[in-house]
């Protein structure tokens, strides 16, 4: 039976190269030009516990993780007792012969005779090819590349056990949940949310990055530290988040665009220094990759629940920008973005994202690298003729910039009238301490006409379906594709069903919302969290209130299922 | 050729007497007599009443939160290293609220010159036991005596193969305008903790308490034979040594980042074959 979308989970202990399995066989998919969702769930240790690697492949494009699969890779004994209840009819188990007696739709695959328990998750990748109906060159060749660094003994020794595991079950089954051949897509790229941040960053001219070590996060620091060397970036690993965000005004104010990464527990430390950066009026993006809290949570877990804590995180009165990507390559987008916001407007704005984007490969499109220019940090700064004032009173809002001891960067020479002075008390417009209460006042006004600028450049909702729906779904962030996916199921079940998704959360564009909020019969939010912080936030910038709420909050992604199930009666 | 009023002459909310005034001349004279222009100079302050030196002196300044003056100069040298940069804040700021960053600062030895104002008490918010306050010394905070014990910031810098450790006194403000040109001239992290009175709230460390114990280290001291910068490093009490204390050999951490032979990270473009490169990876 040959199926155009798949659905299979891995699963297994930590240690026992899930992530190797999962990715190579994520990798080979979108090299033979499929179209691939994953979901990664992992508890906080190195070695044993049951962690997940979901893969859903098709020949369309897909956009969302779904709960039912049709393929069971258990590593392991509990993967089989935990996802059992999870198996679609028609569905193929591929298992330790050792761990499981039953037949019917089960592959026991003797691994031990095999060979070495070492290479079982290989062995493994090999009777997944061989059920998948996939190329096992392209496969060999993403696992020599995944290898390649480990020297030619790993790369037989991984080739071989793959070998073994395709030959074992070739002409051994014949009704394997075999996948359609893709038609004739460019094979894309393979790349999961944060790695699109890093690229999109590189892309914009990130130079410096602090960071303390904070799943979700880490991994878009790693990333760019490993490419530091070629793309004239320093990565600094700080001793605290507080260090971290300091470092990173440090260096924006002396000229390197900056950002940090982290997540909620991390950022909380950050706070103050969110309120430094709006009141320096210094350049930073930050990255908050949400999980679960209060407090340390669900550490390897997804949530949506820092909406209100960014919106508001930081002492005092200033803006602030929050975009939140949906997709893999909104998050290279909107991290360009970002820095763009950033350095045009001279203050803190942030990347909403989550484990489960962060984590979750895609397939996408190569990026188009050369037509995208880097952020131009100089873009709003004149020649100065007489002394440089760091915070001249403008009508925007936004003063010239210039970097300290680099006079010459912004079109003007080297002179002490150009100084750059940047001051956390209220400050003159030479960046001087005052105690001037009128000036104090001038300030305070300057400083949040910035977000009337920063109205003007509005990412827009995406608005999707038909016009005046039965029901509306309006989300934010992460939970954009499922929300897509569901949609087209509500449709195909004769409802006539829109969506909206926001990927900036601050500044709003409030009569716009209200406009198209109004127009549905039935207005559901969708979002990763348990009280509704979108729709809160809507309510109290639009006044409209959202009836109701579908609201996910056991440190899974929000899935279409999961929508479905709370449109039943259709 | 630079002379002292291009750093300027400024009104200060200090009180009369207070150690800070000739501390802030000491700086000026320091970098007059290295010959540095206002505009290659960077000080950066945290908050306190010596982290307001930098409104009070022509250059560039980067006045940011307390406790955080170091992260946002070690960034800044990161990105500029062409710049001098030079941190100027109180005990309370550098010792207390940032006590994680000054011992990472000294663990990643970036070139700077971070000068402490140590007056042993809480001045901006009146009075209140610092790091370095003596056990037994009372405030309206402490009112049965301060039962800490006192930080010893040059011990521990010692300790832990700071580049460059000293001790100054605000009394002696030309051996101090000395200090601080070595320290300057150090590549790596220099640091000066700064003996000085607070003429409102310390009545027991007066300027006349420092003055009688402070001494000239002699000249027969070795800094770089770290055995005896420890000794001396703890020598306090009746006796209290000023001047360099220990000099150590590590290299700056500027140097550890290739990066930043091509000049200040601002000017750097970004390379778009290198990110095509990169972006083929996840082919």
């Known amino acids: ?570 | 050729m630079v002379t002292i009023e291009d750093y300027g002459n400024f009104k200060t909310a200090w009180c009369p007497g207070c150690g800070n005034h000739s501390i802030l001349e000491a700086v000026k004279q320091a970098l007059v007599g290295l010959q540095l222009h206002p505009f290659e100079v960077l000080l950066v302050s945290g908050i306190g009443q010596a982290a307001k030196a930098p409104h009070y002196l022509t250059a560039n300044a980067f006045n940011g939160l307390h406790g955080r003056a170091l992260p946002v100069a070690t960034a800044a040298k990161l990105a500029n290293k062409d710049l001098t940069v030079i941190v100027e804040s109180g005990e309370g700021c550098v010792y207390g609220e940032g006590g994680n960053h000054f011992l990472a600062a000294i663990r990643r030895n970036p070139d700077l010159t971070v000068i402490v104002h140590n007056n042993q008490v809480y001045g901006l918010t009146k009075g209140q036991a610092s790091p370095t306050s003596a056990q037994g010394f009372v405030t309206k905070a402490q009112p049965r005596g301060v039962f800490t014990m006192p930080f010893n910031p040059v011990s521990v810098a010692v300790a832990m193969h700071a580049g460059f450790v000293a001790r100054g006194f605000s009394g002696e403000p030309e051996h101090l305008a000395g200090l601080i040109q070595a320290a300057i001239q150090h590549k790596g992290l220099s640091l000066i903790d700064v003996l000085q009175p607070c003429v409102s709230f310390n009545k027991v460390n007066t300027f006349a308490w420092y003055k009688k114990r402070c001494y000239e280290i002699p000249d027969h001291h070795n800094p770089t034979d770290r055995e005896a910068a420890l000794k001396l490093a703890d020598e306090w009490g009746e006796r209290i040594p000023i001047g360099v204390i220990y000099r150590g050999t590590r290299p700056s951490f500027e140097e550890n980042f290739p990066v930043l032979d091509r000049g200040p990270l601002a000017r750097r473009q970004v390379d778009l074959d290198e990110l095509n490169t990169i972006m083929e990876h996840y082919g």
């Not at chain 1, 240690?15 to 979108?30: H, N, S």
């Not at chain 1, 489960?356 to 873009?379: G, T």
Request: glycine share 8%; proline share 5%; hydrophobic share 40%.
């Open chain 1, 1 to 570: 039976m040959n199926r155009n979308t798949v659905n299979i989970l891995i699963g297994g202990e930590a240690g026992q190269g899930l992530a190797t399995l999962g990715e190579t066989l994520t990798r080979a998919l979108v090299r033979a030009g499929y179209s691939v969702v994953v979901t990664q769930s992992y508890e906080s240790r190195i070695r044993g516990g049951h962690n997940t690697f979901a893969i859903r492949v098709s020949t369309n494009e897909i956009q969302a993780p779904r709960e039912m699969f049709d393929i069971l890779v258990a590593l392991h004994s509990e993967t089989l007792e935990l996802h059992r209840g999870e198996l679609s009819s028609g569905s193929t188990v591929i298992v330790d012969a050792d761990l499981a007696s039953e037949d019917s739709g089960f592959i026991r695959v003797p691994f031990k005779e095999l060979g070495s328990v070492r290479f079982e998750n290989v062995t493994a990748l090999g009777v997944v090819t061989a059920v998948l109906g996939l190329d096992q060159r392209i496969v060999a060749g993403v696992l020599e590349d995944f290898f390649a660094k480990r020297g030619r003994e790993q790369i037989a020794a991984n080739l071989d056990a793959l070998e073994k595991g395709f030959r074992w079950i070739w002409g051994r089954e014949k009704d394997l949940s075999r996948l359609q051949a893709p038609d004739n897509r460019v094979p894309g790229l393979m790349m999961n949310g944060n790695e699109a941040i890093a690229l999109g960053a590189m892309s914009a001219g990130v130079k410096f990055c602090a960071f303390y070590p904070m799943t979700p996060a880490t991994s878009i620091a790693i990333n760019l530290a490993g490419n530091a060397e070629a793309m004239g970036i320093i990565v600094e690993q700080a001793e605290d988040e507080i260090a971290a965000i300091n470092m990173a005004i440090g260096a924006s104010f002396a000229g390197a665009p900056s950002m940090v990464v982290t997540s909620g527990g991390g950022f909380a430390l950050m706070t103050e220094g969110v309120s430094l950066a709006a009141m320096t009026e210094t350049p930073v993006v930050i990255v908050v990759a949400q999980r679960p809290g209060p407090a340390t949570g669900l550490p390897t877990r997804t949530e949506q629940a820092d909406l209100e804590f960014v919106l508001h995180a930081g002492h005092g009165e200033f803006p602030r920008a929050v975009f939140a990507p949906g997709s893999v390559e909104e998050c290279f987008h909107l991290a360009r973005k970002a820095f763009e916001t950033a350095e045009q407007f001279r203050g803190p704005v942030f990347l909403l994202t989550d484990q489960f984007l962060a984590d979750s490969y895609r397939s996408v499109e190569r990026f188009k690298l050369d037509e995208l220019p880097p952020v131009n940090s100089c873009a709003g700064s004149v020649v100065m003729t007489r002394r440089y004032r760091h915070y001249a009173v403008t009508d925007s809002g936004v003063s010239p910039r210039l970097f300290p001891g680099l006079s010459e960067q912004c079109g003007a020479p080297y002179s002490s009238d150009l100084l750059v002075c940047a001051d956390s008390d209220e400050h003159t417009e030479s960046g001087h301490i005052t105690e001037d209460l009128s000036l104090r006042k001038t300030m305070v006004e300057k400083r949040l006409r910035k977000l009337e600028g920063m109205k003007t450049k509005i990412v827009p909702p995406d608005m999707q379906g038909d016009p005046d729906p039965d029901v509306m779904l309006i989300c934010w962030g992460s939970t954009k594709g499922s929300v897509l996916e569901a949609a087209a199921e509500l449709r195909a079940r004769g409802l006539s069903v829109a969506t909206v998704h926001l990927s900036q959360m601050w500044p709003l564009a409030p009569e716009q919302l209200v406009q198209v909020l109004s127009s549905a019969k039935l207005v559901a939010s969708v979002e990763g969290n348990a009280t509704g912080q979108m729709a809160r936030l809507i309510r109290r910038e639009t006044g409209f209130a959202i009836e109701k709420r579908i609201l996910r909050y056991d440190g899974l992604p929000i899935t279409p299922e999961a929508i479905l199930g709370e449109f039943r009666y259709v």
